[in-house]
T-cell receptor, first 114, second 113 residues
Framework: KAGVTQTPRYLIKTRGQQVTLSCSPI?????VSWYQQTPGQGLQFLFE???????NKGNFPGRFSGRQFSNSRSEMNVSTLELGDSALYLC?????????????FGPGTRLTVL | GESVGLHLPTLSVQEGDNSIINCAYS??????FIWYKQESGKGPQFIID?????DKRQGQRVTVLLNKTVKHLSLQIAATQPGDSAVYFC????????????FGTGTLLAVQP
């Protein structure tokens, strides 16, 4: 069974641009969560989608948005990029919407903002 | 508040020794905890989990201990191997209909040959 895949793996953008990251969950998984990882702030929750609905959102500005498609694939978008948005963006999928269900992480997308 | 912290940022051990990584959490309502391992260039990998109605859980070479009285969690790795070198995170998941995880700051485990 294929794991969580994220594309692209690496991105370089300049300030003010926007970016879209993609996540394909494990087949059959309906929950997708996104996290931002930086050396200074660690791993921080961005948002979670379950059956195409955003179920929870972290403390990030409105420039960060996401969506989930009917096949459970998810995208996140960051508009008007800032230098501080440089980070590893991780996607995690889970089979069900219940808590205490194991989450599987993808390898991440490394975003560099110049 | 929402915080899960780690006592030690770096832990250096000799190959073959046992390792203990500690974690403190602040939310007394937390009912589920997970340990993840993250190797360089990879996403976090699930190691072991424990529910709040348990004090101890064992896996292959790993044991997680939960002390709810002092809100403390630990991960024990037996006979540490070079392949165990990585950053270890504890994470706390809140109840309710969400998979939101609150991660600790992480501990770098360095295994010396």
């Amino acid at each position: 069974k294929a794991g969580v895949t994220q594309t692209p793996r690496y991105l370089i953008k300049t300030r003010g641009q926007q970016v879209t990251l993609s996540c394909s969950p494990i087949s059959g998984h309906r929950s997708v969560s996104w996290y931002q990882q930086t050396p200074g702030q660690g791993l921080q929750f961005l948002f979670e989608y379950f059956s195409e609905t955003q179920r929870n959102k972290g403390n990030f500005p409105g420039r960060f948005s996401g969506r989930q498609f009917s096949n459970s694939r998810s995208e996140m978008n960051v508009s008007t990029l800032e230098l501080g948005d440089s980070a590893l963006y991780l996607c995690a999928s889970s089979f069900s919407g219940r808590t205490q269900a194991e989450q599987f992480f993808g390898p991440g997308t490394r975003l560099t903002v110049l | 508040g929402e915080s899960v912290g780690l006592h030690l940022p770096t832990l250096s051990v000799q190959e073959g020794d046992n390792s203990i990584i500690n974690c403190a959490y602040s939310n007394s309502a937390s009912d589920y905890f997970i340990w993840y391992k993250q190797e360089s260039g990879k996403g976090p990998q699930f190691i072991i989990d424990i529910r709040s109605n348990m004090d101890k859980r064992q896996g292959q070479r790993v044991t997680v201990l939960l002390n709810k009285t002092v809100k403390h969690l630990s991960l024990q790795i037996a006979a540490t191997q070079p392949g165990d070198s990585a950053v270890y995170f504890c994470a706390d998941r809140y109840g309710g209909a969400t998979n939101k995880l609150i991660f600790g700051t992480g501990t770098l485990l360095a295994v010396q040959p």
